[in-house]
């Protein structure tokens, strides 16, 4: 029997692990959260020849994808480093991340043998609670609001075809975060977000009164330090 589709679910756990894991500023970094949860990582560079995982043929297994996690016979992602990006892998490993806190492998056990593939919909809902763990919705719209023209795909760390798929999707995740939850993200990246560099004198400083204005040299309209 299939598992439902959890899209709600999946919103609500990349929200979870981000206030969990204390993760306060842009862009996230999935490998440092990786080492927070105590999650191996390794570069396919470094296990082509490891006797252990020989038995995996882990660069056919691969194909063209550039991440996958090998769950025995202990779980671990491995990620394509050879002509591969930051760009390139943080959707990746943050997707892969996303079926490891979502307890993917423990709801299916079948899922450790060896070439088995996850559902349709448990590929989608890794998928959304990537986009939501790297581009929290109401990050996303304070940025996007008040600084349009500094909301890009660089600033995410995502290449421009996950940047367009994250902005087509907003209004489809803005539904599942209640306004507790918009708050707790917004005060966690509140440091963040009020960070500002003034243009005349180049200060930074941080801009908690929203005044718009330089508290040394009095000059308006400073930078966000995003």
């Known amino acids: 029997m299939n598992e439902p589709f959890r899209p709600v679910r999946a919103v609500r756990y990349a929200c979870a692990v981000l206030t969990d894991f204390r993760i306060d500023r842009l862009p996230v970094d999935p ?4 080492a927070d949860a105590g999650i191996a990582v390794e570069p396919l560079s470094g296990l082509r020849n490891h006797p252990a995982w020989a038995p995996y043929d882990l ?9 996958i996690t090998i769950p025995y016979p202990t779980f671990c992602i491995v990620y394509r480093d050879e002509g591969s990006s930051p760009e390139q ?24 043998v060896p070439g088995r593939l996850f ?24 940025i996007r609001y008040n600084r ?3 909301a890009r795909a660089s600033l995410f760390r995502l290449n421009r075809s996950a940047w367009i798929h994250r902005l087509n999707t907003l ?7 209640d ?22 004198c180049g200060a930074e400083f941080r801009d908690e009164a929203q005044n718009n204005a330089c508290p040394f040299c009095g000059a308006g309209d400073p930078e966000w330090v995003l």
Not at 31 to 34: M, S, W
Not at 119 to 142: G, S, T
Not at 171 to 177: F, P, T, V, W
């Open 31 to 34: 490998f440092r959260l990786a």
């Open 59 to 67: 660069p056919s297994r691969m194909g063209l994808t550039r991440v």
């Open 89 to 112: 892998l943080t959707l990746p490993l943050a997707r892969e991340l996303g079926h490891l806190f979502m307890n993917h492998y423990r709801e299916i056990p079948d899922l450790s």
């Open 119 to 142: 559902r349709p919909e448990m590929e989608r809902e890794a998928d959304i609670f990537a986009r939501n763990l790297l581009c929290p919705v109401p990050v996303v719209d304070v």
């Open 148 to 150: 349009p023209q500094q």
């Open 171 to 177: 209004n489809e995740d803005r539904a599942s975060i």
């Open 179 to 200: 306004e507790e939850t918009a708050n707790i993200l917004l005060y966690l990246f509140r440091d963040y977000l009020i960070a500002r560099r003034c243009r005349a």
